[in-house]
Structure formats: structure tokens, C-alpha cells
């Protein structure tokens, strides 16, 4: 797909040279046509809120029963460099909005809730201008597709069409622009606020009556997020879910923590938030899980914890981190962390002494999880993920595995795996605040 970046790019430049009139024409044809799009966009935006049940910004909704949403259970991508269309089957019509993001280039298209059955792998491919693209929940009632442009281009059109005796569908079209003009667009969106995360998840606010040390759970991506996916559909973004489920029930039956979670459900929420939810808490413990494929190194499995750090421990960990700490772009959101915190130096030695507690809970991790499960063969590891980077709580990313290994994978999807090496967690953590007693440590000890 990378061979339609380069190409058309400088084909546009000779031909406008050379045509003029008909660049002028073009240039004016894609003006009226965005403008269009954008008037139609301010009118979605405003009208969305009331139109209908399906979209609200109550997180009571979130949860509409999947039948009063509009279903997608097709997609076609047709055209090619110049003008690409994709074409989703649609139950109902629904009303969406566009804009555009760069670094990288990106076409957003909002919608109400709608629920996608699109077969396996869709999306994964593209043609023409939409070198890939992603779909799915972005918050409570609004879904998102997200198209990887192979190069500048603007929806300049987005609209629910239906043809005489067939069903509604849902049409994108892609048109090439210059660079030049994409910035514009792109710059004109951001002013607009269009990459800004979906408002904060509905978590339980922090209960001061309840002085029990808080322990912040993350189930890594969500919603439009996958994660990885493997050869045989298996979903990070589940199997992390239903892991850390689980992990809660052993934390809540010893009755000694408070223990609050990023997602319960599948919805995405930002790198940001993983990070407040944790601070407005004042967790003293936060943990994020995740089962990574390492493309590089498909022959690596077993668990390996993180720890944040400026600096990798190796290139394999730096890697993971660049990639994780991409999860907000390929959703369309511009990651917003604190770097004001990050500046202050009373911070920065608060961050020294977590950095410190982060370590010994990850020695505590892998000697509670080396007990049961195959550990990667340096189990500790460092990287600068964002998730990591509250300067106050102690943070730690466990890889379960690498859905990339056949053989973690099968471990991971099996029940009863899940439940022996959540319940060996719950036993290292209730290790590591026990030896917390004795220590001067940010967060909350009883
Ligand atoms: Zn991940």
C-alpha cells in the first residue's frame, strides 16, 4: 500500500504545472465539496445530542441494547490514488461527521453507536487512498472509523444513501488534495477540537470514608482500539479484559483493597485517562496488562513486566512502548499528557522514589508469576511508556504474554490459565503491600 504514497504525489505537481485551468477547476470542485462536508459536519455536531436515543453523552447509555443500533456487516473499498470510496452496508441511515488529523495522515469519520459485524480482518487491507482502517466504539454512544491515508487527501463526501430495493449505505469518499491543503484542513480540524479524547469513563469517584489503598486496573486498548490480533482472531484488547476481571475478584475477596478499573466494558479510553484515573484516586498501586505481538520476534513468549523509565532496556522494549504509546493517534486522538508535572523538579524526585516502589513491585510480580506461568527470559523490563508516567503512583505494565507465540496465545484464551496466574498476581500484590508497612511510600496505606 506504501506504493501509492510517493508517486501520485509528484505526478499532481507536473500536471498542475502544466494544467492550470484544470487544476482551478479541480481545486474549486474539492472546495465546494468540503465545504459541503463541513457544513454538514457543523450541522451534525449540533443537531447529534437530540437527534435520536442512540447517541447521548450520559455514560448511563452506554450500554443501549445492541439492537437499537444501526448494524454494519459489510465493507467495500473501491477506486484508486486519486478518488477511494468505502462503502459500508448499513441497518438505518445514520448522520456522521469528518475531519482529518496529520503525523500520521489520518481521516476520522464520526458516528452515532452503531454496531459492527464486519468479517474478520476487514479493514486490515486497504486500496487506493485508505491504506488500512479501523472502526469500532470511541465513547459511550459514538463509534469512530479511522482511515490510514496513503496520502493527503479529504473526505469530501460522507453520507447515508439508499439505493432503490437495497439496503442503506454508508458512503466515504476520499479525494487526493496537496499537502499544503491537508495541513490547512488538518489544522482547521485541531482548532476545532476534533482530536480531543472522548470525556473521561464513568468510574466510581474516589470514596474518602473508604481508607483502604486503591488499586487502579487497566486492561489495555478497547473500543476502536484492538490491540493485537493474531492469526486466529484472537483480540488483545478481550483477552486482557476478561484477564483483569478476573484478577479484580481475587483482589476483592481478600477485602483489603479498594479496586477501581480503566474500562469494564469494551470502549476506548486515552493513554490520559488511564493516567487521571489513577492520580484522582490516589492509587497506590496501578497496574496495566496487556498481550503484545512482537512482529520482529514472533519466537518470544512468556510474561515480562514493565516498569517506566526514560530509557529502554533494549530495542524489543522500546519498540512495545512506541506502540502502545501509539494507541490515542490510531484512534484519532491527540495524546494529552501532563508534561507540566514532568517539568517540576519536586515532581521529578516524587517520581524518583515511585520509580523506585515500581521496582520492587515488579520484583514481586515475576517472583509471584514465575511460580506458575513461563516467564520471557529477561522478565523485567524498562520503557517509556505513557501509562506509566503518573509521577506519584507506583505503575507497572505486565505483559500476560505475546499473542504473537501460538503457544501464549492458547494459554491465554484457556480459563482455567487465566484464573491460576491472576490468582498468583493477587498473591504477589498482597506480598508487595506487606512489605509496604515498613516503608514511607506515596498512596494510601492502611
Ligand atoms: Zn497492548
Redesign the pocket.
Known sequence: MQDGTQTPQGQTAKRRQGEPAARLKRDRAIAVALSVALAVTGHAAQATPDAGAAVSPRPAQASAPAETRAVTNAVSVTGDNRVTTLSFTISRPVEARAFVMERPDRAVIELPAVNFQLPQGAGRHGKGLASSFRYGVFAPGKSRIVIDLAAPAAVTRVTSVQPDNALPRLEIDITRVDRAYFHKEARLAAGQGAGQAPPPAAVAPPDNADRRPVIVLDP??GGLDN??INSAGLV?KDI?LAFTQRLREHLEATGRYRVIMTREDDVFVSLGDRVRIAQQHRAALFLSV???ILRESPGVRGATIYTGSKLATDTESAQLAD??NDADRAAGVTSQVDNDQVANILLDLTMRETRAFSNVLATRLVGGLSQVIRMNKNPHRSARFIVLTAPDTPSALLEIGYLSSTRDADLMNSPGWRDRTTAALAKAINQYFDGRRSMTAPGIIP
Open positions: 489495555g486498548h490491540g493485537a488483545e486482557v496487556h498481550a503484545d506502540k502502545e
